[in-house]
């Protein structure tokens, strides 16, 4: 069989490296490596060029460009510098891309790769909470098939009839509820950095960590699906399962329940999707249910974790919130991230955002008008911070 030709938009990070992982163990010849990009980790970045014989690479900021330079001077990988470089990663021609950069700064090129009509999978959650629209209607534009990378999305996809979508009653998210479960109101105001980066289960890039705490993780893949299932809000549950052994489920009118199981390793959904639709080996730790123990589920605490209310809020609003929402907290959260705002104070900065933004009633129908409002709202929750750090 002909290798894959794979394009990784954000291989430095946390999906990415698990993504190259899998090619690497898949051996010569099943992948051949189109493009790579980064934001600034020129030295990984060449690395992985040099190691996977990368024919192109990408790095959104300048900065690092004549590192990236430097090392490869001696190879034939050629070097795009600049977010439209990136867009010219997803362009390239290629099997399947791996959408895997963190934030709407993945938006464009991931545009760009689902314009190919080929197998996209889908990490960056974000594309689809600021445009889900828009990507929606380009993947029925190009017939590309969207593969949802994230475990609750790829659970749901594995078990979903997509024939007969009338035979769905609900779709339920499971949570692993992140490391704060147990606290109080009163200890959720004193969490540091460093205990909302230390979550019980799963090991991520910083900002899905620190949306995990937060639970607005949740809330942004309560959005996705909607888009990626064609559900509306009412139709999707999200309850709280710590163990993080069943992945996500679909409710069929029947009363039957479907489920996916698995070892909480992201490398399951990421090999699911770079084999669809057949199914490739993936070194993860074998699942021994006589070991796990109790299996539990609750219902969340929206007042403990307003990110999930805020987010099924601005999901139901529909139009430019959830745009909105997620401009607001990636900008929160890199605040948090910087120690500029306390924890609690990421869906503050969210909720504030929504309301002087949400109320002038933005309309989003095209990408201009998409990156404008995250423009905006980017604006607007800075300002709220510059607010909160001088009171
Ligand atoms: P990481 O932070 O680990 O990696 C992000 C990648 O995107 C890196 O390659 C980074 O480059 C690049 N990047 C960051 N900012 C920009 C930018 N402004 N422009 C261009 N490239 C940029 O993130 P994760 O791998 O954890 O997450 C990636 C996506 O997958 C997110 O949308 C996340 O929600 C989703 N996801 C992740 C899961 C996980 O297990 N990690 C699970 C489910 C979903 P550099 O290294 O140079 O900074
Ligand atoms: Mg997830």
Known sequence: MAAKRLTILGSTGSIGQNTLDL?????EGAFDIVALTAHSNANQLA????????????LASEENAGILKTLLRDSNVEIGVGPDALV?????????????????????????AIEQGIHVGLANKECLVCAGELVMTAVAQSGS????????????????????????????????????????????????????????I??????????????????????EASHLFGRKSGEIDVIIHPQSIIHSMVEYVDGSYLAQLGSPDMRTPIAYALAYPA???????????TQTGGLTFFEPDLEQFPALKLAREALNTGGAATNILNAANEVAVAAFLDKKIG???????????LDKLGRAN??????????????????????????????
């Not at 924890?343 to 955002?353: G, H, P």
């Open 23 to 27: 090619v690497r163990r898949a051996g």
């Open 47 to 58: 690395e992985q060029a040099l190691e996977f014989g990368a024919k192109f690479v990408a």
């Open 88 to 112: 010219e990663a997803g362009k390239r021609s290629a099997d399947f891309v791996m959408a895997s950069i963190i934030g709407s700064a993945g938006l464009e090129p991931t545009l760009a």
């Open 145 to 200: 098939t969207l593969l949802p990378i994230d475990s609750e999305h790829n659970a749901i996809f594995q078990v979903l009839d997509q024939k007969q979508p009338e035979s769905v009653k609900r779709l339920i998210l499971t949570a692993s509820g992140g490391p704060f479960l147990d606290r109080t109101p009163a200890e959720m105001y004193n969490i540091t950095v460093s205990d909302a980066l230390n979550h019980p």
């Open 202 to 223: 799963w090991s991520m890039g910083a900002k899905i960590t620190i949306d995990s705490a937060s639970m607005m993780n949740k809330g942004l893949e309560l959005i």
């Open 279 to 289: 199914r490739m080996s993936a070194p993860v730790p074998k699942l021994d249910l």
């Open 343 to 353: 924890f609690l104070d990421i869906a503050s900065i969210a909720e504030k955002t």
């Open 362 to 391: 933005l309309a989003q129908s095209d990408l201009a008008s998409v990156l404008a409002i995250d423009e905006q709202a980017r604006i607007t929750a800075t300002e709220s911070i510059q607010g909160l750090s001088r009171s």
